[in-house]
């Protein structure tokens, strides 16, 4: 049996989606593990599989990456502002990304709440009658529906906390 394209659409059933998250993981891992070899690049990937769970990878490792990140993340910052002769503080800086990053998560929690408003306007209208007065066939387009939901909700959960992952590696 040879290679098969596949639909690149979330995975529904877990079994599978964790069967495909530990081979995708190992495969990127790979070849970011490649790339470091052949180009003697610095690098670090954060993973979060279905269940939440981490996994990195750095080359040399990921605390060094992640720390030459931060270090140049400062040199950038720092450079505007000892030419405009502002000494701020590291801290001040780094709550003032956190606060532009709260905003950010406030302006996405509004926009999310706009979508399930416009969902709720714009949806089918067998699914505003009671439950139990939908055929077989409609229960089951209405658990796919669910599903398809869910499954976002899940991945919006899982870039979350990837985020507040790196936040947390930011503040060392």
Known sequence: ?????IKMEM???MNTRQVTFSKRRTGL?????ELAT?????????VFSPGGKPFSYGKPNLDSVAERFMREYDD??????EESGNNR???KRMSERLDLLN???EAEKNRGETDQEKLESAGDERFKNSIETLTLDELNEYKDKLQTVHGRIECQVN??????CLMLLSRK
């Open 103 to 105: 905003q950010e998560i």
């Open 38 to 46: 052949l180009c003697n690049a610095e690098l670090g990937i954060v």
């Open 1 to 5: 049996m040879g290679r098969r394209k």
């Open 11 to 13: 995975v529904q059933d």
């Open 29 to 33: 891992f790979k070849k970011a593990s």
């Open 89 to 91: 503080p590291k801290l």
């Open 159 to 164: 870039h979350m906390q990837a985020s507040s």
């Open 76 to 81: 950038s910052d720092s450079g505007d502002e």
